[in-house]
């Protein structure tokens, strides 16, 4: 069965994308899944993130420019079932010498193929750049869905509408006429404060279930870990940050097999083993 890709994205910086990257990736390896996180952040925080250094010639930049296998690009992290793909400062030369290239778009998307389809793995996540440039664009042309990560503040509640209008775009110029909404992650929730309680209602107003029902907290430890190499769920596993991100994975999980079931049914009548997410309001950890 194909593996199933997704983009973490968000125009916006330390909205929590790349934090919920990792750890999302994680956990989801801790249930027993087989995933690959692919760092196309030339800022290379996913990589440090799970303990790699990065390295000159170590990111996808060859992939993309057709030089190189990307297979020969995937290491091992400490996490069982989890490999990644890293990045490092040179991957930013990519914006321009792709720009150039025919089917600029498409760049990601083509090397991918092999991946996709070898079943080595059954979940890709790509980290994207904080940014709507070329490796953006080239991820979202390329994946299935797109996971938003969401701080809770005003300015990143504006920036949402910016990346759902462009998915739409992409969608609707025949880019890439698949791409969905994953859903929205709500993150660095800090339930003592109006405007937390605000952003989080506004959200839900507007996407209804496509908002994650687990919220990802504002949570020391969750801060410490990549100073360590390592997803919270490692640097300490009893803490409230690895049980949200725990939760997270079980929730996208049984989305996953929601959609799956939806797209593969076969009568148009509602199935009694359809496995539905209930629309009840997001509950903070």
Do not use: W
């Not at 990045?87 to 998307?109: C, N, P, Q, T, W």
């Amino acid at each position: 069965m194909p593996a199933h890709v997704i983009a973490l994205a968000n125009q916006k910086g330390g909205v929590g994308k790349t934090t919920t990257a990792i750890n999302l990736a994680a956990c989801l390896a801790e249930r027993k899944h087989r995933v690959l996180l692919i760092d196309l952040d030339p800022q290379a925080n996913s990589t440090s993130g799970l303990g790699l250094q990065p390295q000159p010639g170590g990111s996808i930049y060859e992939v993309l420019l057709g030089h190189q296998s990307i297979a020969g690009k995937i290491q091992n992290t400490r996490m069982p079932g989890l490999s990644v793909i890293p990045s490092e400062v040179d991957l930013a030369g990519a914006e321009i010498d792709i720009a150039r290239m025919e089917r600029y778009l498409h760049r990601f998307k083509e090397a991918l193929e092999p991946l996709i389809h070898d079943e080595r793995y059954d979940i890709i996540l790509v980290d994207c750049p904080p940014s709507l440039g070329i490796l953006t664009m080239n991820a979202l042309t390329a994946v299935d869905s797109v996971l938003i990560p969401l701080q809770c503040e005003y300015y990143a509640l504006e920036g949402l509408s910016v990346i759902t209008r462009l998915i739409n775009q992409i969608r609707e110029s025949g880019a890439n006429p698949g791409l969905q909404l994953e859903g929205i992650v709500l993150t660095m929730f800090d339930g003592r404060t109006n405007l937390a309680q605000q952003v989080m209602n506004e959200v839900m107003t507007h996407f209804g279930d496509k908002v994650y029902r687990t919220i990802i907290p504002r949570n020391i430890r969750i801060s410490e870990a990549p100073s360590h190499g390592m997803p919270v769920i490692l640097y300490d596993d009893k803490s409230t940050g690895a049980e949200a991100y725990r939760l997270l994975a079980k929730e996208f999980i049984k989305r996953r097999k929601s959609a799956g079931a939806q797209a593969t049914a076969s009568d148009p009548e509602p199935s009694s083993s359809h496995e539905a997410v209930p629309p009840s309001p997001p509950a903070a950890v």
